[in-house]
């Protein structure tokens, strides 16, 4: 393991009885990267992330956290990793310095660093003049920097985050992922949980997980680039619940899905946005100018896991 | 009311309601016409949940009115009932019972007669794929088919008006994606959708939105139009080091907004013509090569952000 790597696993597995959740996963994370974790429910994300946490041992294999094997060192890499999630249970009841000293004591910061690095929380969270202020009271992004104050009081080499930022405004959302930057820019490693693909677009790679096995990994642009068999087009449609039956055995569709008034239409390189045009068309359905659109990360995941496909509904 | 909204699926007008002393919802006023899905979008605490519980009547407005499916639902919540189907937040699965169980009984509740029980039972099971776990406990699926047995049991008894309170929270975007395929298939039948959704990415696939923040709606439109709102341009500015190009943008001139993003960096500018061969310079001048710059699209949480500005105080 070299300096800079600051998470490996190699051939991590866990089975439960005769169910293997995580299947040989290998990674390698370097300090200060921003790493994603995708997967649909119950793909074995959480299993990963427990275990390396140090929360669940390994079947075989092995994962190093912050310089500790997760197997045989689990209370170590607990003291030297943080963990928020957007349901964290900051006390509502209790001020915002109370939260911060009860913090402080679990995660047994040192005496004479106490006093300073609670002023940092409360800066990091611009609750400077609020420390009094109970924490039920501050909205929503306010209280969401907090729980990151006190997730990373013991100074945490590797931080997790589960659904950070899901229910919070959109400018509250922005201003936290700024200070997940800065964190990573100091060395700080990062590993964020999500389901939300626009919490997946802040990471500098994302990690597709699905049946235990590691489908994919690497940059948004690197994923939207290699990971999809075609390109995507965008079209006008008046009636694109009839358009969506129309394409659904058409030559050179990969996938077409309803996108509000619009068809998002996966194409392959031997087919072309003018047939697929035509064809609709010849359908009598009219459609306008077909325009190629940058795919979103939900296309790739959509493409790389499998699932069963759903019946039209009637009423 | 007026003409119109004496014709639409689902008319508010002027709605408020207070809890104790906190103002929850304020002056909101919407009209959504059959077929239509229109979507509450905002935050956690921007109103939605409080405004979904007075549509579906089992909340009482301090003022205001609501017509649906012509029905006056503040004075006879009870005659609106039957129009309309409400999926709060935690839908009242019973999870110690079966699939087909929970259906069994929505439609028994539902008072749907046992003659058509079953085929409609079948026809919505195979819609929302549930058909292989029929006899599969509802406690032991996953999040994102709970949520499609929910919306089964919603539509048993064949709604006119569908309220669906954060219906994806918490759902895979495979599952989200069947989720929707199930909503546009309903919108073909001239159903009427109501959802709301703190997922700005969710809430682009809406025929209309209602943006909601504090308890009020701030603007409402087509999500095409709502873009259309936003001034100046959305650029992603690919480098090798997006931090240091994040940094060296900041205080340019015409830069109205920077985000870091996992491999590029956002930048909103005032006029992108202008302002990309200045930006190109700038990192040019910092020492920063083989920059890519392009115009994207903006989302509707770049427009929420441009059009709501800043955070208020904490």
């Known amino acids: 393991m070299t300096d800079d790597t600051a998470v490996l696993a190699e051939g991590l597995t866990r089975s439960f009885g005769g169910f293997t959740a995580v299947d040989r996963l290998d990674l390698r994370i370097a300090k200060g990267e921003v790493v994603g974790f995708i997967g649909p429910n119950g793909a074995g994300k959480s299993t990963t992330l427990r275990m390396l946490c140090g929360l ?25 990793i943080g963990y928020m999630s957007q349901r964290f249970s900051l006390y509502g009841d209790l001020t915002v310095r109370e939260n911060l000293h009860f913090f402080g004591g679990l995660y047994r910061v040192p005496r004479s660093e106490f006093a300073a690095r609670i002023q940092a929380a409360v800066a990091m969270a611009g609750l400077e003049g609020r420390e009094e ?11 969401q920097r907090l729980a990151l104050g006190c997730a990373i009081l013991h100074r945490p080499p590797v931080l997790f985050l589960d659904e950070p930022t899901s229910g919070v405004e959109p400018e509250a959302r922005r201003h936290f992922w700024d200070l997940i930057h800065n964190l990573a820019g100091g060395g700080v490693t990062i590993l964020v949980s999500t389901h939300y693909m626009d919490e997946a677009e802040y990471c500098n790679r994302i990690a597709l997980i699905d049946a235990g096995r590691m489908v994919a990994i690497g940059s948004p642009g690197e994923l939207r680039a290699r990971e999809l068999a075609g390109k995507l087009y965008e079209f006008d449609c008046t009636a694109p619940g009839a358009a969506l039956i129309a394409l659904q055995q058409a030559p050179g569709v990969i996938d077409a899905v309803i996108f509000g008034d619009r068809l998002h239409v996966m194409i392959a390189p031997r087919g072309s946005a003018a047939e697929v045009s035509a064809l609709l068309e010849r359908q009598g359905l009219r459609t306008g100018l077909p325009r190629l659109i940058a795919p979103s990360l939900e296309d790739v995941f959509v493409q790389l896991v499998s699932r069963p496909r759903a019946a039209p509904i009637a009423t | 009311m007026s003409a119109a909204a004496q014709t639409s699926a689902v008319a508010a007008r002027n709605l408020a309601r207070s809890f104790g002393g906190t103002v929850a919802v304020n002056r909101v006023s919407f009209e959504v016409a059959r077929g239509e899905i229109f979507g509450l979008v905002g935050p956690d605490g921007a109103g939605k949940s409080t405004i979904m519980r007075m549509l579906a009547g089992v909340l009482r407005p301090d003022t205001g009115e609501i017509r649906l499916a012509g029905v006056d639902v503040v004075a006879d919540p009870e005659r609106a009932r039957p129009c309309l189907s409400y999926m709060p937040q935690r839908f009242g699965l019973y999870e110690d019972m079966t699939v087909a169980e929970n259906i069994f009984f929505y ?50 008894h064949t709604p006119q008006v569908l309220l669906l309170d954060e219906p994806t929270t918490g759902v895979d975007p495979v599952s989200r994606r069947d989720f929707w395929g199930i909503l546009y298939g309903l919108r073909e039948h001239g159903v009427t959708i109501l959802l709301s959704t703190a ?45 240091r190009a994040h940094a060296a943008l900041e205080g340019a001139p015409g830069v109205l907004g920077r985000l870091l993003m996992g491999d590029r960096v956002n930048v909103r500018v005032d006029d992108a013509e202008r302002r990309v061969p200045e930006l190109r310079a700038r990192l040019a001048a910092c020492g920063i090569g083989e920059v890519s710059i392009a115009r994207i699209d903006p989302g509707i949480e770049d427009v929420f952000v441009a059009l709501l500005g800043s955070e208020r105080t904490p």
């Open chain 1, 56 to 80: 669940l041992t390994p079947t075989s294999g092995r994962a190093v956290v912050a310089g500790f094997d997760v197997g045989r060192q689990p209370e170590a890499v607990r003291e030297h």
């Open chain 1, 133 to 143: 202020a109970l924490v039920r009271t501050l909205a929503g992004g306010w209280k």
């Open chain 2, 107 to 156: 439609a028994t509740l539902f008072g749907i007669p046992a003659s058509v029980r079953r085929a409609r039972g079948r026809e919505l099971l195979d819609a929302a794929g549930l058909q292989p776990f029929e006899r599969r406990l509802a406690g032991q699926l996953s999040g994102g088919m709970k949520q499609k047995l929910g919306l089964v049991c919603a539509l048993i």
């Open chain 2, 199 to 243: 997922y700005m990415d969710e809430a682009e696939r809406c025929s209309r939105l209602a943006l909601l923040h504090a308890g009020e709606i701030q603007y409402c439109d087509t999500p095409a139009r709502l873009k259309q709102m936003m001034t100046g341009a959305l650029l992603a500015v690919i480098t090798q080091d997006s931090r």
